[in-house]
């Protein structure tokens, strides 16, 4: 245990009270400082609908430390008076059910008979066609619901391509 024989120092408001009164912020600090002189240049050159970087391009000529953003973020904030920006607005989603089973783009395909195998429990069947359910992602060839002859003609496919390097 740490006992010290000093007390803590009160603090000497009087002094705080001055050091506040007398406080000045640090002038690099304070939002657009090196903007708010050109602010009647900036506004006559935003009236002849220049662009925030060609602003900004033409003050860093002229020896003022900025750029495009900060330009940018001076008409946001200053000149328009902190308007927000205009945000998208997102799509509505559909519902599965009413998004039709075969994009209407795809050719028609003849339908093949069911596979002679049973389907295993960890397989989703695929969709019927006048079902809600839309098959995402990749299509990968699911060798255990092919019929005998689509298999030994894949696993054929497979042995005559060189592997890859």
Known sequence: MNTSSTSPTTPNLELLRKAIREYQPDPSR????NLKPF??????????NASYAAIAELLEQHGVKTS????AEYGRIV?????????RKRAKTTPAANIPATPQ???????????ATPITSDVTPPPKENSPYRSRGP??????????????????????KPPAS
């Open 39 to 48: 602010h009647d240049s900036i506004v006559e050159l935003r009236g002849k």
């Open 139 to 160: 299509h990968i060839a699911n060798v255990r619901m092919m019929g005998a002859e689509e298999a030994k003609e894949f696993n054929d496919s497979l042995k005559s």
């Open 68 to 71: 495009r953003a900060r330009v």
């Open 79 to 87: 000149l328009e008076g902190g308007k927000s920006r205009k945000r």
């Open 30 to 33: 304070i939002p657009f400082s």
């Open 105 to 115: 783009s795809a050719p028609a395909v003849a339908a093949k008979p069911a596979p």
